[in-house]
């Protein structure tokens, strides 16, 4: 494990193997982080933040409490997470939001705005500066203000020709997987099952 001396990690919090903590990062106490995670420069992870394995947050992203950052997830630099469903100073009108979901393998361009509350699918991309105000596919492709689906990507972020909506096959330029799409939803070929 890699710290830099001018981070901040309160007693409490757990960092697994492996992971290498920048310049001015703050871990809360109640912060759980995997194996082989990378924290850029001025990350801040709150005290209800739960990290999987592998995970690259880049310079400048808030893990507020409440959000859930699967296995091999990729943050870009400046990523926000909101937390708050309903913003005010008050203190007796403000509440904290359910929690948001980001799956295994999910890319955040940077700049994206990640509403609380919502879930990004496996292996979805999430272009720089979306804001994503609802849940992501699986495989999706994500961009603009409000974010909304313009194709599908492989595990390894590459365009898979298939619509939309309906039905097909594409293979992945990069892997040569099959992945196959039915009634909206993309999988792997290999994790169907008859």
């Known amino acids: 494990m890699l710290i830099h001396p001018t981070a901040v990690i309160d007693d409490g919090a757990q960092l697994g193997a492996g992971t290498q903590v920048s310049h ?16 850029g420069q001025g ?26 950052l699967e296995d091999d997830v990729f943050c870009g630099p400046s990523v926000v997470f909101t937390n708050v469903f309903n913003p005010r ?10 929690r948001t979901l980001i799956r295994r393998g999910a890319t955040l ?6 509403v609380s ?26 961009v603009g203000v409000p974010a909304r689906q313009i194709g599908w990507v492989s ?18 330029a990069a892997s040569g997987e099959r992945y196959v799409l039915r009634d909206g ?10």
């Open 24 to 39: 001015f990062v703050r871990v809360c106490a109640g912060a759980r982080i995997g194996r082989d995670c990378s924290l």
């Open 43 to 68: 990350v801040h992870i709150g005290d209800q933040v739960v990290i999987g394995r592998n995970v690259r947050i880049q310079n400048n992203v808030s893990l507020q409490d409440a959000v859930t």
């Open 89 to 98: 100073a008050t203190p007796a009108v403000s509440s904290l939001s359910p």
């Open 109 to 114: 361009g940077a700049n994206s705005t990640v």
């Open 117 to 142: 509350g919502t879930t990004i699918g496996r292996h979805a991309f999430v272009g720089a500066g979306a804001v994503v105000s609802r849940d992501v596919p699986d495989f999706a492709l994500a």
């Open 155 to 172: 595990r390894q972020g590459e365009p898979l020709s298939l619509p939309i909506k309906g039905h097909g096959e594409a293979e992945c």
């Open 185 to 194: 939803v993309c999988a792997l070929a290999s994790e169907i099952t008859a």
